[in-house]
């Protein structure tokens, strides 16, 4: 996001706030056509197409059932390998609606899970609608079971309950539903009457939205984003503790949370089969499938070549995998790997790897004029003094550049993840999420998916500024001896300094343009929302980040759905909005209210604008702490327009333009939305 701007004009205020309120900007699509479905294609193994496959589930007969997450679709893959689509449109987010839809009509938003149950209903979590649904696996017919009106922690009937980004789902032994809820750092359960098959949702192990580590009671135990989970045929749960790159279990009975084992990169997700008593894990960062027993037993390597990715197949000891996310056991001893980053699904049978359905390496980005690029992720933008745009395309993997009409990738290879250092195309990026660029035109990139701090000079030359490539960690340092956990957001100042929000710390760092890296606020130990100096500030999954030339940062604190403000001297400060308290409401700072805002920018003028991500608005804050909505009406969509009559799917990141114009990472319809002041 563009951290300082040198504008020609100051922004016209409207004589009263009602302009603003309903209005101020008028929008248009800048560039990014409707998400082709060029990997979506349905038919046989040989030609069937993928777009980053994240979860997948197999019945007693050997048909498989894939969350095609980048596609928000659910497909259906026939013994034969051949592909349909059972409910979704290809490349079309929406919200998860009440009631029942049909197959094709049905829409999801990154769909990341899948579990089937044992009358044959297949369970959905819809990832980034904060929703469970099912699906009927004959017609495709979709019901929302829980969740889709926002994202929440409540227990309860099914139709009240609420959780927020579910990645992982399993059924144990006994029907019952047992969902890694990522956000909220808990494992919840789905308890089904026996009678009327009503569902109640509760919370099994975890604290809400507070991250860590602790073992005991669940009630107590502490979890870090947990994205997988697994449960045998005693009731044990497996979880995949992704943020703590450990699996734990919480044993039957008594209920009590221990860290299994400590031992992976990032685990993403488990399947346990009981014959063999055998719990097998998909290592993400890693590449490779693990398995251990559930008797506790070191975990060995099934298939693939530690730390490095690819798409090679034959024997297990030389075959790789390209981000593995999901899996699931057929009954033949056949293990199917949905492998996300190669867009295809793997088998693992009797030592050797290949390729049951997909096609490995078909991205949706497309370079060209304005009318015809194609983003397959734009998650942050930031414009330079130019006028020129730099856009973090996270899942393809690159950084891409807006100059006039055209569209160009400056920087990473389309649907190649790495960390390799280069120039433009011989570079590597694994889902960069923030971007930022100086008064020089040197591009900073928060490299999520590598945990490092990436930096572009003049004719896309990449180095690396801070961390160590898939390294997780927190510690301060010059170069690659500092670590981060989860760099998101990115902004730099007038003197060079970069700040990094580094999410899963609950940090704002700092990098001096000597790469030395120091906690600016925030603290490590856990997440909160405290205002105070330094290390007495607390953070909550802060995520987009604007800079001024003094180096006052302005923080987008996401998990509280707060704006917040540090200056010069570390002091943090709430801008607008209440720590927990989600809503819409414009008004005074404390009085206004976000709904897990996402990125925020700073005009010469003092001006903040945020990206309220799911309240699908853009806010802007006055000099004196108003928080004014100036466009979207919280309905999803991409219709450009005036102010509210504008809409928006998910706006994630935020930039202002030299002429004062608002350029808008609109992440849900894969485009860059520009909002034109009114004379």
Same mark, same amino acid.
């Given at each position: ?72 679709? =659910? ?10 689509? !059972? ?28 579990? !089937? ?31 889709? !009106? ?178 699931? +056991? ?6 199917? =790997? ?62 891409? +550049? ?165 200056? +010069? ?68 969509g991409s219709t450009d327009g005036l102010g509210v009559a504008a809409l928006f799917t998910n706006p994630k990141g935020i930039a202002v333009g030299p002429l004062d114009q608002l350029y808008i990472a609109d992440r849900g319809n894969n485009r860059i939305r520009m909002g034109t002041p009114l004379p």
């Open positions: 996001m563009r951290p300082f701007l040198t504008v020609t004009g100051a922004l016209a205020l409207a004589a009263s706030s009602t302009l603003f309120a309903i209005g101020g900007f008028t929008y248009s699509t800048l560039t990014g056509t409707a998400p082709v479905p060029a990997n979506s294609e349905d038919g046989s193994a040989a030609v069937a197409r993928f777009d980053g496959p994240a979860g997948i589930a197999i019945d007693a007969s050997g048909v498989i059932y894939v969350a095609d997450a980048d596609n928000h679709t =659910i497909r259906k893959v026939h013994t034969d390998g051949s592909v349909v689509t !059972l409910a979704g449109l290809a490349g079309t987010s929406g919200p998860a609606v009440t009631g029942t839809v049909a197959g094709t009509a049905a829409r999801f938003n990154e769909p990341w899970a899948v579990a !089937l149950s044992s009358s044959g209903t297949l369970y959905v979590a819809d990832m980034a609608n904060s929703a469970i649904r099912t699906v009927d696996t004959t017609t495709g017919a979709t019901t929302t079971l829980i969740g889709g !009106l926002g994202a929440g922690q409540t227990n309860g009937p099914s139709a009240v309950a609420s959780i927020h980004e579910p990645r992982g789902l399993a059924f144990g032994p006994d029907g019952s539903l047992y969902i890694a809820d990522y956000e909220n750092d808990l494992i919840r359960k789905v308890v089904f009457d026996a009678t009327t098959g009503a569902a109640t949702v509760e919370t099994l192990a975890g604290t809400a939205d507070t991250p860590g580590s602790t073992d005991g009671p669940a009630a107590s135990a502490l979890f870090r984003g947990p994205m997988g989970v697994a449960v045998d045929s005693s009731g044990n749960v497996y979880v995949a503790d992704t943020g703590n790159r450990a699996i734990r279990k919480i044993t039957a009975g008594t209920l009590q949370v221990s860290t299994f084992t400590p031992r992976y990169t990032t685990p993403r997700s488990l399947t346990v089969d009981s014959s063999t008593s055998t719990l097998y894990i998909a290592d993400y960062g890693d590449h490779t499938i693990r398995s251990l027993t559930t008797s506790g037993a070191s975990a060995a390597r099934v298939a693939g070549v530690g730390r490095v990715s690819g798409s090679t197949n034959g024997a297990t000891t030389v075959a790789t995998f390209y981000g593995p996310s999901g899996l699931a +056991k057929g009954a033949g001893g056949t293990l199917y =790997i949905a492998d996300r980053e190669n867009n295809v699904i793997r088998t693992v049978t009797a030592g050797t790897v290949a390729t049951y359905t997909g096609r490995v390496g078909v991205s949706v980005s497309a370079d060209g004029t304005l009318a015809d690029a194609v983003f397959e992720d734009p998650f942050a933008v930031a414009v330079d003094a130019t006028g020129v745009i730099y856009v973090a395309d996270s899942a393809a993997h690159t950084i891409r +550049k807006i100059e006039g009409n055209l569209v160009s990738t400056y920087a990473g290879m389309p649907g190649s993840a790495g960390s390799a250092d280069g120039t433009g195309p011989g570079a590597r990026f694994f889902t960069p999420t923030g971007v930022a660029v100086d008064s020089l035109g040197t591009v900073y990139v928060a490299d999520s998916g590598n945990s490092t701090v990436r930096k572009i000079a003049a004719g896309g030359v990449v180095t690396t500024l801070a961390g160590t490539a898939l390294t997780r960690g927190f510690s301060d340092g010059t170069g690659a001896a500092a670590q981060f956990e989860q760099p998101y957001g990115i902004a730099v100042d007038g003197s060079s300094n970069v700040y990094v929000s580094d999410a899963r710390s609950n940090t704002i760092r700092k990098i001096t343009s000597a790469g030395v890296v120091t906690t600016l606020a925030g603290s490590a130990t856990g997440g909160g929302s405290t205002d105070g100096t330094g290390a007495a500030a607390r953070f909550l999954v802060p995520y987009g980040l604007a800079a001024s030339n003094d180096g006052t940062v302005y923080v987008v604190d996401h998990g509280n759905h707060t704006i917040r403000k540090i200056d +010069k001297d570390g002091v943090v400060t709430t801008l607008a909005g209440l720590a927990g308290s989600r809503g819409t409401a414009d008004g005074p700072g404390g009085t206004a209210r976000f709904t897990y805002p996402g990125g925020v920018a700073l005009a010469s003028n003092g001006i903040v604008y945020v990206a309220d991500t799911d309240n699908q608005r853009i806010r802007r804050i006055e000099i004196d702490g108003r928080v004014l909505t100036v466009g979207g009406s919280g309905s999803t």
